[in-house]
């Protein structure tokens, strides 16, 4: 059983076009990070959310904590090729927890 | 900011071979450190808590003896995979927090190949 289901699990879409990452579970967390990877490379992050229904932007991409604290959405605005990546949610339970992943979502961006 | 090290980025070896892993805080101290699995195309698993002065807290279906996790001081954490076989063959990744209630900070990774 996932306990956090990310979808879509791929997209692709081309330069300029907006698209939104949906992270979903039945469990409360007390934070959800976003990370992005890169092939052969560690997770880098994004951001933390930690309050519900607080919003987070950064730059093109807007990140939003549920008000119940049980899902999360990645929202980018005029996507460009250089967004292209594995975008990856995590919650944590608790505050020095181990993180829970998503299964991940590869996107790609044509120019 | 947060800087996590691993060592080392790469190795390839013919199964049988012990094979060691080293996660580094390099800026900060971590009584806790995080190990990682991902194979291509998947997502992050938890393998291992690691605390520093005791032992580590493995998850379910991970054998302790197979994967040793050894976190003898506070910026160093190390994944032994002893008598490495192909199936083992997969991306590491350690992570650690400089405080439990800052996010965590993940090393580059180690790609381990079994030949």
């Known amino acids: 059983t996932q306990l956090l289901e990310q979808s879509p699990q791929f997209l692709s879409i081309q330069e300029g076009e907006n698209l939104t990452v949906y992270c979903n579970s039945s469990?409360?967390?007390?934070?959800l990070q976003w990370y992005r990877q890169e092939p052969g490379e560690g997770p880098v992050l994004l951001v933390t959310v930690v309050t519900g229904g607080e919003v987070k932007k950064l730059k093109r991409l807007t990140f939003q904590f549920g008000d119940a604290r049980k899902d999360s959405s990645l929202h980018i605005t005029a996507a460009q090729p250089g967004d292209t990546g594995l975008y990856l949610c995590?919650?944590?339970?608790?505050?020095?927890?181990?993180?829970?992943f998503g299964k991940g979502t590869t996107l790609s961006v044509s120019s | 900011g947060a800087v996590v090290s691993q060592h080392p980025s790469w190795v390839i070896c013919k199964s049988g071979t012990s094979v060691k892993i080293e996660c580094r805080s390099l800026?900060?101290?971590?009584?806790?450190m995080f190990w990682y699995r991902q194979f291509p195309k998947q997502s992050l698993m938890l393998m291992a808590t690691s605390n520093e002065g005791s032992k580590a807290t493995y998850e379910q279906g991970v054998e302790k003896d197979k994967f040793l996790i050894n976190h003898a001081s506070l910026t160093l954490s190390t994944l032994t995979v002893t008598s490495a076989h192909p199936e083992d063959s997969s991306f590491y990744i350690c992570s650690a927090s400089p405080l439990s209630n800052q996010p965590q900070h993940f090393g580059d990774g180690t790609r381990l190949s079994i030949l």
């Open positions: 469990s409360v967390f007390s934070s």
């Open positions: 995590a919650g944590a339970w608790q505050a020095g927890t181990a993180l829970i």
């Open positions: 800026d900060f101290q971590a009584t806790t």
